[in-house]
């Protein structure tokens, strides 16, 4: 009981009106757990799509461009576009495979930044099983190493993906495919690439969230892609690079590309809707959040201008007796703040508990078996903050007013 | 006289704006004496209660200086007023103004508190000690809301009283009162300025109040009829 007498007063105000005090610190609870949670789902699904694209795409694929043959190539020398040394360019059919691509992971490795370096070999095929064909993506891999950057294993739906290793034509397929052409584990598989059909045996079959890559995609060993496709053993499509921060993917692609002269695409760029649909999602998230916050605000400023119109007699006894406005602006701020915290308060465990709750409800889409919450801290500190912030300010505006009340007036009547 | 002077007002002169501008207060120029217990009377709208209000300190439009236990508190901002209130002038209203969620004794205590000059644990000992002196003592932890008028008039006084402040100023402070109540307030008005040296200033409509106080000051269209001296 020895409080300031400021807060004593503010105290004993919202005590004496317990119902309002209740209602002003619901309106902020609910503002709080709404925003925790919001923000949890979003983040939780953001970081569901992000790792989900991770799982289908490297932080940066290097991969040989083909390129319009250059008409400009004197303009360096004579510093203007007058002459051309080509008038009708035309795309010029190259191999597809790197030059040197062993060499280019040597050198890749050696930058501090890379977590992990694999080669691929990628090659439009067709499937056939009996009598239907099907169009497709075959991809030599190091299986190993594709499933640390892709996780390969937990897209499995039925085999294990180390038999591709083990069995010297396995293959895995597609979920699609694998309905599709009516296949299992142990069947064969007719794989066309260019000219010669192989059979293949199927050792796995994988499903991702993607239809389209389950209906077409599949996985060989990274030697026998190169028989497939008739090429030799240094024949490589696309060097897949992930980084340790892959926040750094699009900085490090460019100085991929002048490294190697190839066309290095960092993940932003192969996801841009995904980005998109980041800030879509940010902008109707905060827009919700900042209306019942907003509408918080109010109820904290009406309940506040009530009271002073209330206690209007009182504020002017209180001036009277020798309180400044500074200290008439500390009791009714301090009212705020105190209904601030403790919907704050209730606001944090209503909204963790909000989060644990949907985190329980199943989706059961894909390899997606439970609405993707995030449990993440800083939301929590955030909410608050904002919360704070909210009541601070709807609270201002009415403790300002009350300490403009003049004695004399109000006592005189 | 050779008492010091507790209040001192020069050519204080004041207008009221509405609806036309009017003057209320011509050059009012008095002077109170420290343990002086005066009476100011005089018609409805003689301007007694606004001299009064100026001479608080609360009403700060006005033209000419007031003086405050030697301190020219003319053009000082409204904290710096505000400080000299809390320590200095208590106020007693007609009507009790008691803050109706608090106790009598934290009603009391609060411009004690504001003060900071004591402990919590000192105040409420003084706070007790001015409700014993009105004879409330054993109402001090009822609501302030719960009490009889005389009553809550005779916490009011005690509120006013916390701080020791070398003037006290009514404003018809017994006009709520019946008569029995009314001589209590007066008895310990007259002991305040005789046994402890406070200053009193009151307006009031009571004559027999006014006549028992040691001076009366008389007004008229708002200038001084009658000093009294």
Known sequence: ?413 | MTKPIALQSEKLTKYFYDPVKMPVLRDITMEVHKGEFVSIVGKSGCGKSTLLYVLSTMDRDYEGTLTINGTKVTGLDVNELAKIRNSSIGFVFQFHYLLPDFSCLKNVMIPGLRLGKYSYKEVEDRAYQKLKMFGVEDQALKMASKLSGGQQQRVAIARALINDPAIIMGDEPTGNLDSKNTGIVFDLFQQLSREFGQTLITVTHDEDFARRSDRIIEMADGEIKDHGH
């Open chain 1, 1 to 413: 009981m020895k409080l300031n007498v400021n807060s004593d007063i503010a105290f004993t105000y919202l005590w004496s009106r317990k119902k309002q005090t209740i209602i002003a610190a619901a309106g902020v609870m609910f503002g709080i757990s709404m925003y925790i949670f919001m923000q949890s789902l979003m983040k939780g699904t953001n970081d569901y799509f992000e790792k989900n694209s991770f799982s289908n795409t490297a932080h940066i694929r290097i991969y040989n461009e083909n390129k319009v043959a250059d008409t400009h190539l004197l303009d360096s020398s004579f510093k203007d576009k007058s002459t051309k040394i080509l008038v009708n360019p035309k795309q010029v059919q190259q191999s597809l495979g790197l030059t040197n691509p062993f060499g280019l992971i040597h050198s890749i490795w050696k930058d501090p930044q890379v977590a992990a370096v694999t080669p691929q070999v990628s090659a439009t095929v067709l499937y056939t099983s009996g009598s239907v064909r099907l169009n497709g993506n075959m991809v030599g891999v190091n299986i190993v190493e594709e499933d640390k950057m892709f996780d390969v294993k937990g897209n499995m739906v039925k085999g294990d993906f180390r038999d591709l290793n083990r069995v010297n034509n396995g293959i895995l397929i597609g979920k699609g495919i694998a309905d599709k052409l009516s296949l299992h584990v142990g069947d064969n598989i007719t794989v066309t690439a260019g000219a010669t059909p192989r059979i293949m045996r199927v050792v796995g079959i994988f499903a991702t969230t993607v239809v389209q890559v389950d209906n077409t995609k599949s996985y060989v060993n990274i030697s026998q892609a190169q028989n497939l496709v008739g090429k030799d053993r240094s024949y490589v499509t696309d060097i897949k690079v992930n980084l340790h921060d892959y926040n750094n993917a699009p900085v490090k692609a460019r100085e991929l590309e002048k490294m190697t002269g190839y066309k290095a695409e960092d993940w932003v760029q192969a996801n841009e809707q995904l980005k998109a649909a980041f800030k879509i999602r940010a902008v109707i998230l905060n827009s919700v959040i900042g209306v019942i916050l907003l509408v918080a605000g109010f109820g904290i400023y009406n309940i506040l201008n009530m009271t002073i119109y209330e206690k209007i007699k009182e504020i002017a006894i209180l001036k009277a007796t020798g309180f400044s406005g500074g200290a008439v602006i500390s009791i009714f701020l301090q009212q705020a703040i105190y209904i601030g915290l403790i919907g704050a308060v209730i606001g944090l465990i209503l909204g963790f508990n909000l989060t644990l709750a949907v985190s329980k409800i199943y989706i059961g889409a894909g390899n997606l078996k439970y609405l993707p919450m995030s449990f993440y801290w800083p939301h929590y500190v955030q909410g608050v903050v904002f919360g704070i912030i909210t009541t601070v300010a709807a609270g201002y505006f009415p403790a300002k007013k009350a300490s403009k009340v003049d004695p004399v007036t109000i006592i005189r009547g």
